[in-house]
């Protein structure tokens, strides 16, 4: 669940200061963000079918490393974004982060309905979407925290500066997940002779 949380927050961010970002301190018109920020969501929808056949061959961790990987490269890239930065560093960025949605969504539900008893998968399924809901609340929350009443290009850097730590950590809580896989799959001994 605090995976969950965590993803969402970080690709919230993405998704509620990208436009702020591009409107007030590049002066990008309504219209191109728009365009800009379909980079996201169009990347998320082409990456979620190649995720389900990916996750059906290897399992959802390999994808949920890869996610995680993708939003730390994102924010790392939002981060390095300067006020002239080339407008294809911004795309970059938000393809990041739209590829590791895509595989994060379709790995977090495998992940759920492989791990949860069926018969309580509608309750796991509701507390999964009540995490997601909590990480886009924590997103406007630190968004707001950090930028008080004015968008500013060094809230901006801040704001990727905890998405990258807060996507470091969702990489390290992958890996150490994976890392326990294989212990936990182990036959155990009963102690008998």
């Given at each position: 669940m605090c995976s969950s949380c965590s993803s969402?927050?970080?690709f919230m961010r993405s998704f509620f200061g990208?436009?702020?970002y591009l409107q007030t301190v590049r002066q990008v018109s309504e219209?191109?963000?728009g365009l800009l920020m379909l980079t996201l969501g169009l990347c998320s929808v082409a990456a979620s079918p190649f995720a389900g056949k990916w996750i059906d061959k290897s399992g959802?961790?390999?994808a949920l490393i890869a996610a995680a990987l993708l939003m730390l490269l994102g924010s790392l890239w939002l981060v390095a974004?300067?006020?002239f930065s080339p407008v294809i560093g911004v795309s970059l960025a938000l393809a990041a982060f739209g590829i590791g949605n895509g595989l994060n969504a379709v790995g977090m539900q495998a992940a759920l309905f492989r791990s949860s008893p069926k018969e309580i998968a509608g309750v796991a399924s509701g507390l999964f979407n009540t995490s997601r809901y909590l990480g886009t609340?924590?997103?406007s929350l630190l968004t707001g925290m950090?930028?008080?009443g004015t968008f500013s290009f060094a809230g901006f850097r801040?704001?990727?500066v905890f998405l990258a730590g807060l996507a470091l950590v969702l990489v390290l809580m992958n890996l150490r997940r994976d890392a326990s896989a294989p212990a936990a799959n182990a036959p155990q001994q009963t102690g008998r002779a």
């Open positions: 969402i927050c970080s990208v436009p702020s219209f191109h963000t959802p961790r390999p974004l300067g006020k609340i924590l997103s950090i930028m008080g801040l704001l990727g």
